[in-house]
């Protein structure tokens, strides 16, 4: 193990940073000589502004990290809420009453709300909700004035400025359209993105999913299971959820947080923040300079680029290995 000294890599940037859940740290100012912008908008790079010359302490990177984190979870958290009703209402059923309001004997199995994936466009927003109980296979990408959305795991249902193209396929008018929300649902899911200039948010909910951005600025979340997390080029941000997942963040400035269970992170090229979480975790930093932080558990953090002095790494509460180029900031590693 190599560890480097306290200094400031030249153009170091914090990436995109976007957050859907609170971090167990609390909020921190951004310290001596350091600055974080008063509104964070969404997506926006976010740059250590410097007052004061000379080298700053450790605290100093890792209080802006999480600072961003806290300004942009509100906004966050509430979107998610809202993408999450219609899956959360297709799983409550009442003694003699399921939702939408079909009758149903004591005795008779509860039918399942959303027999199909449904597709809607309403206003400028997208969203695609998976029928219960499927193994679900979605592929969105734009096809001329439309993006198209396909699930061959089920059949789909379009709504709102979407139309049927067959069972299994919808088209929706692209125009106009600055969002798209996939919600997987139960089961082990395959969600595939292939857009390149509309960024999406795909949720995995619970199952073994593999969710795969595509080269616009995406939000993905494992959420429950063990899920396979690709964020594909751009600024992406990749959350996995309390199991094992294994999560790639590809090239572009990319956050990235395992959360619980031994996740195996690679952040891949550019700029990258990286969280293990509470498991113990195999963190690879990649090409760029990156900010990788263990959190707790027995962690293994390669920083190794072969550029000296770029890349911030904190080990975390426990005996973490942790590899870097010489003068590379390392903290909290024997």
Partial sequence: MQQGHSGVA???????????????????SA??????????????????????????????????????????FQEQVMKRTHHRTGALLATVCGFTLCLPGVARAADAPTPHLFATTLVNKTGTTITVTAGVGRGNTISVWQSGSNIRIRDTGDTVAPSGDCTAIS???????AADTTELVVNAGDQDDTVTSSLAALGV?????????????GSAND???????????SGG??????????????????????????RGGSDIVDGGADNDVIYGGSGNEQIVAGAGNDYAEGGNGRDTIDAVDNVSGNDYVEG?????????????????CP
């Fill in 31 to 72: 310290g001596a000589g350091y600055q974080v912008p008063a509104a964070v908008g969404r997506p926006q790079k976010v740059a250590l502004l410097r007052a004061n010359t000379g080298n700053f302490d450790r605290e100093a990177l890792r209080t802006v990290a999480r600072s961003i984190f806290n300004a942009l």
């Fill in 316 to 332: 975390g509460a426990d005996v973490d290995v942790c590899r870097a180029d010489l003068g590379d900031n390392v903290s909290g």
């Fill in 219 to 229: 939000t993905l979340e494992g959420d429950e299971g063990s899920d396979f997390l």
């Fill in 201 to 213: 948010t795909l949720i995995g909910g619970a199952g073994n999913d593999n969710l795969y951005g």
């Fill in 167 to 173: 069972t299994t396929e919808v088209a929706c008018r």
């Fill in 233 to 258: 080029a751009g600024n992406d941000t990749l959350t996995g959820g309390a199991e094992a997942d294994r999560i790639f963040g590809g090239s572009g400035n990319d956050s990235i947080e395992g």
């Fill in 10 to 28: 030249p153009g170091w940037a914090a990436p995109n940073v976007r957050r859907l859940r609170p971090h167990p740290f609390p909020r921190y």
